[in-house]
């Protein structure tokens, strides 16, 4: 019963198999790899984007970094989400390769149209005082589990668009948005008007590989030389070929990121079932729920691996409504999702 | 026939195994997996360094960046060689990791002491104007092959020490040294005068991992910080863990130098005996040799692959003699060798 | 009528005075001139810090950027006011020079303790994935005119010491705070917690002078090499310590900042007295005041300048009440001010 | 007697008078004083350059690395002699500013243009792995007191330009070469292939005061960002706007370089009389030759004030030879120069 994170699973075993399949050999290094070409092609095909830029690194936090490096100026600031991943949870990772400031848009997980305008509004209107306007970085899935539908992804990019800002999403779960919205990579990038994507990997059956891709492929020596600048150029790099290989056969990424939200659904359900209540309604494969200490408690004899959010499980009352989160990978076996609610 | 580079070759089978081994079940993230806790006690045994702070790191230029990052200040120079991969081969990444100027100490490959000390009292001499006495870096196997003995170590540790600077050893092939010299690695390390070391596996069968070393552990937390700002800490750490610790089992790291080095010294000794000239006395895994362009030709037609050193195939008179780098990982056959060596 | 701002009004006839006795003969250059030593000692002395490290240079923005890196780690997160000229009017420069994150304490521009409590608990709760706490910096005089009473500096200090975190004090308008409180600069600094000031000169009097006073001197030579560093390191350095001798002399600055709060006062009595609502208290030299657009259109036209704060002269209603920020150097004359209120 | 620096003189009383003469009444602040567009005209005009950016910033550390930066890329190295200022004097600020790495053309004081094109030749053959090619940053004055000839600046840009490279050139005795070539300011900058330059006043009668010139006006708006956020934008910018308006006045700047290229003619040719070596010929204001210890504590002992090159006063034979650099500023008496020379 482990629901701490999506990445705390196993791999994939075919991406296993498809490492041994590229251990084979020799190879030339630093991403000139002949597994390269294909995961360049098959990732341009899948986007619609026949001249996009398509490159391997093995961290989201470097992901994010990088492309957002890529996409703006040392004097800038980006605007995001205040829970956004890139505020919270990489260490001033942005700040370090950007350079710029980070604009927390004010508001829920999900930025609105109205309230990114006022943030860009409040910014840059003093010449050189302030920092000047710079990316947009939208998370997809949120960090509190939910998904943007295509409209408010167009509405957000056409609020960055009118004042010509680029537009970076942030999926690390760019699977698990794109089978919840049903709709394809292209509609929920450039054509919504983003201009580069984390597309992640990691936390969906991976063991580490994330794919930055720029629409507008004039980014891409600039993203190449800060990302050797910044020691995330593998030489053994056809390791992180083969496994982004592996999951774009015959659409293993869909596949999983489908399991992961089916598990997730499965959980959500039974946790309105026995009463809990919802922080967030779940989308995709987070769930932010609370329910009693008195259950967290029977749930953590049980051996239930899994974070309380804002909250400590010793002390206070047995009836006290605790909130955690909750969040599936592809690997977690229904048998375990409900032995987990019949605990509850 | 491939003597490229040893990142070219394949992971060794023992690794693959113990990644399938980590690859079960449920485990904490970035670097709370129970297989690290091994890994750093099995490196602090290895390294008669019960105290010793130790980092898994996925590339060497991230192992040497947060490893000078953590030992210098940004208004400081680090001390290396002209021909040190710091220098020549990371595109500013030291520099951006650790905002401190290089200095290249004068000479070949291998720094010798007085041009250190030369070095070291050229800089910091004018109060505030000049950038401060930094770490010094030292590379073993140096770039060129060469292997420092430990008097030579010993000798430039205690330069740096007269000084008070703290000594960095990049040891991409810390095991081709090693085995080498047949010392211990705390012989090469902390007896000698080491502070931390950068001590790399990619470079001898592993997928992508290098272990970072401070034998004083008040810089670990330090460290941890700067790893995850460089965006250079895995959420699925037991991955690294797992190499790392199929690296170290039954000396696996020890057995591959060995092969390396042995295949390295049969190669030497075949172009020996052809007649080729070296630039460098062959001391670990690396050749640099020339012979005469007909032959590099002849090779080349054949298949071999391999880096020419600042010189080029086409063009000139086929009696010229052309330098080139031959590199050996453990993989080398020695059927390819010998082949190798009767068509020159 | 020029009410724009504190550092558009002239320079000091002692400071020029005081620049041309500075003028003569030869002079050791980068801060070893002789009339340093007297400004260093004066300012220790003024402060009641026997071993404070003092320092000059020639911007507001360098003095808080500088101090700030000092006091700071590039993993961590600098506490302030979500109006911080830090934050809104440095360009990025604090996040240059120190590598960190700004966090903004919610709430208006004076940071309540409570709320500075929240902001830190919020941050460092997750290990190495958020940045960590760094130092909190207050603006006293704040950015709309307001100042902390020794209390209110005392408790946001005491907040920082509970978490072990440096305070850095931004002094811009230190003078006019300190003659608003009546109290001495020691009160006002180390004594109520703060470890580091940026004693602002530039907005009173002088042509372009910040001393940055640490009350641990433990941080001197980092602080000078930071200087140096940052190119703030002037060479002719005796025309910075002329114009900070001559602001100290005879207390002119005490004198200046009451003249400034003077004017400031009379202006504020003017406005209420037509009527004019306060968007802030005015406690120094800087009025936040509204009244009606008809009134600010007339003052336009004979000639006043300052600024409309969030509000456009053109377009609108006339009977539409507008913002503006009215600010008192010393040089405003009394019947500028007079012929100002007479307008309204 | 005093030869220690040409910082070390006082500043010249037309400037102190434009000061006296900029210190009236209210001044748009950050550059938008009347003055600066007179300025900026002017120096436009003296360049022949009407569409020319024009900056003024308060160091010469400050105009180097600010104009390097926005002249260069993070990922670039930038060509340098191994005396250059900007390598040896200024604590690591280029790299702090641009975060490139400065790569050393072999060779003394002066760069040759053969010994620049192997220092490029030897960058950028490697793709993403070393620093790519940068601005290359002549000396004129050079550290050692040489000037390039117009034929050798040319020579020098041809090179840079053959490979797409911007040059900068650091004058921080720019008025001091110009005279001693009696050629315009326009030969010297960009009709010989110069893209920016640091146009200095500080060490010839200012205050503190460097211009740095743009021919390619579409840098503008990123140095104003990149000044800003260095904290090199004055609030008060009248008083930077004031000297350098002095100095364009009537040719001050011309009429001062050619005083202290003249004291420093006669106090090398008095020196030569007196059978002093020359390290290098001394060709506008500064001097490095060699004499007695007897002598140098003799010029001691009378007041003599003056750096000693790479030796010390103390100890040793006294007929040793020790060198010495003897710097001449405009302020210099003769009276003090024969002074000098009747000492040895």
């Known amino acids: 019963m482990y629901f701490a994170s999506d990445n705390s699973g196993p791999v994939h075993p075919q991406v296993m198999a498809k490492l041994a399949e590229a251990n084979q050999g020799y190879q030339m290094a630093y991403g000139a790899d002949t597994m390269m070409n294909e995961v360049r092609d098959r990732i341009r095909s899948i986007f619609e984007a026949p001249g996009a830029a398509v490159y391997l690194v093995a961290t989201g ?4 970094s990088l492309a957002l490096a890529t996409l703006s100026n040392p004097w800038e600031t980006i605007f ?5 991943h890139i505020h919270e949870d990489e260490c001033n990772a942005p700040e370090f390769f950007t350079g710029a400031k980070l604009t927390l848009v004010p508001g829920g997980d999900k ?7 006022g943030s860009i509004l409040g910014e840059e ?7 000047q306007r710079g990316p947009v970085s939208i998370t997809q899935v949120t960090e509190r589990g939910s998904v943007y539908s295509l409209e408010e992804l167009q509405a957000l990019c056409g609020v960055a668009k009118e004042y010509g800002l680029p537009v970076h ?3 690390a779960r760019f699977s698990n948005a794109l089978v919840a919205l049903n709709c394809s990579p292209a509609d929920m ?5 983003v201009d580069a994507v984390s597309f992640g990997g990691t936390k969906n059956g991976l063991m580490g590989v994330e794919a930055v891709v720029f629409f507008d492929e004039s980014k891409a020596w600039e993203f190449e030389l800060r990302r050797k600048r910044g020691a995330h150029l593998f030489s053994k790099h056809r390791y992180l070929s083969a496994q982004m290989a592996a999951y774009l056969e015959d659409d293993l990424w869909l596949k999983l990121a489908r399991q992961a939200n089916a598990n997730c659904a499965r959980l959500a359900d039974g946790l309105r079932a026995k009463g809990a209540e919802f922080l ?14 008195a259950k967290h408690k029977q749930l953590h004899e049980a051996g239930a691996i899994y974070h309380l959010w804002g ?3 010793e002390g206070g009352d047995d009836d006290e409504s605790l909130a955690c989160r909750l969040v599936c990978d592809w690997s977690i076996g229904t048998a375990e999702i409900d032995q987990f609610l019949s605990l509850l």
């Open 111 to 117: 930025m609105a149209p109205d309230a990114l305008r």
């Open 80 to 84: 995001c989400s205040p829970v956004a």
């Open 125 to 131: 209107t003093r010449g050189v005082h302030g920092p």
């Open 189 to 193: 990038t450039w054509k919504a008007g």
């Open 61 to 64: 936090t470097a992901a994010n």
């Open 169 to 171: 999403l942030d999926g």
């Open 311 to 313: 909250a400590e499980l």
């Open 280 to 293: 967030h309604e779940p989308q995709a494969n987070m769930i932010f729920a609370a329910f009693s200490r």
